[in-house]
């Protein structure tokens, strides 16, 4: 389809210099779509006093006919790393689930809301904007948008709103669950089109909100960039096996039936202690990684930990591994869940340990890829038979075997999903 080369609105919390997924994906969007000539405003966040991990590297991707604006919020996690130190969790808990709902960057809103009226008062042509959810707080600025200045709106979920995992396994009060899901009634009635990141996704809104059939609306996952594997080869220690994870484990994400395995692998005689490293990269606390493991010997050993790195030191270190291990504990609507590493793990060709719900999205994904083995987290004894037979494979020099589809993985191509955003787009501008 021919693009129109519209004035776009691209609205992103998670944007460069921050670092992660969320932001990857709201980064490769906005490049692609000036390259294909939109005109593009980004309005995201001033992240100068943001507590999350930084990647200024991204920076440089940003094309230089993309003007940023950036507005101030507030972060309260400033003022919650000290109430913990003061063991006030339960005050913490009150206002996650009672005040700031639905998200803690609803403090952003009403900075963000001034620094778009500047921006649609100096870009009076802006035909469309794209909200990207989470934080689903941002998509408030979609009724703004439509309402005061009747300019169409898509919601990009990358995540479900009210039917998260990581809400819904949780115990929210009544009244703000009520709250939240009047808002998000509000905000997806009032979009011109929503992009949903797996067909799953869209028939649980569908399930929830029927008259959204009828909306214009385009599936997307996340992808890779094939130019960030551009000078990286697969390499693999020969001496050591090298189980790497990419991110954050946070809330559920707990994972002690992997070390349970691990050590009853090593227990048992099949593992060599000195044969198996774990590495495990991002923003963690190691002792809630390795819960009521911690302190270990063997797993103080083995398990090493490396802080948030840029994206593209991230590749290397997968590009270096052994193994990949990919971690979604179960639960109500966990099958959904798609985490955006997921791409770039594929992408990199390597072996897959995905402790994933069997009947999910990422199950499915690793398993046509060709490289995953999946157990479920309550599933002890798949875990360690996968964990072993990985590593046989790798002692015994056949790991190579695990070739990965690289037809199919091509499709997840950021550039070629850009291009189904920018026909979405095209469709509600007209």
Known sequence: MGHKRHSLLY????????????????LKNVKYLAQLGY???????????????????????????????????PDISWLFKLLWGLKLNTLV??????????????LWRPFAKRKLRRIIRRHPEIRAAVISSGPPSSLALGLMIKNRYHIPFICDFRDEWTNN????????PAASQSRELLMEAKVVSAAAGLVYLTKRMRDNFLSSYPFLDTKPSAIIPNGFAEEDFAGLEATSDRQVFHLVYSGSFYGRRQPDPLWR???????????DPDKLRVEIQGKNTPAFVLGQYNGHPTLQKIVCF??????????????????????IPSGKNAGSVLTGK??????????????????????????????????????QQGISDKLLKLYQLWQDGDIERLQADQDFISAFSREKLAQALADLIDEVAQ
Request: aromatic residues 6%.
């Open 165 to 172: 995992p990581e809400r819904i396994n949780q115990a929210y």
């Open 93 to 106: 808990q009150f206002i996650q689930q009672r005040l700031l709902i639905p998200d803690a960057e609803v």
């Open 342 to 379: 997921i791409f770039d793990y594929l992408r990199s060709g390597k072996p897959i340990l995905a402790i994933v719900p069997p009947g999910g999205m990422a199950a499915e994904l690793v398993i046509k890829a060709g490289t995953g083995l999946v157990a479920d987290c309550s599933d």
């Open 306 to 327: 490396q802080p948030f790195v840029s994206h593209s030191q991230s590749l290397k270190t997968l590009m270096r591994a052994t193994a990949l291990l990919l971690y």
């Open 39 to 73: 005109k593009v405003q980004v309005l995201t966040v001033r992240t100068a006093l943001i507590r999350r991990p930084k990647d200024h590297a991204l920076l440089a991707e940003i094309p230089s006919s993309v003007k940023v604006w950036r507005a101030f919020c």
């Open 261 to 271: 395995a691990v050590l009853g692998l090593i227990e048992a005689g099949r593992i």
């Open 11 to 26: 609205i992103a919390y998670h944007f460069p210099p921050l670092g992660g997924v969320a932001t990857l994906r709201s």
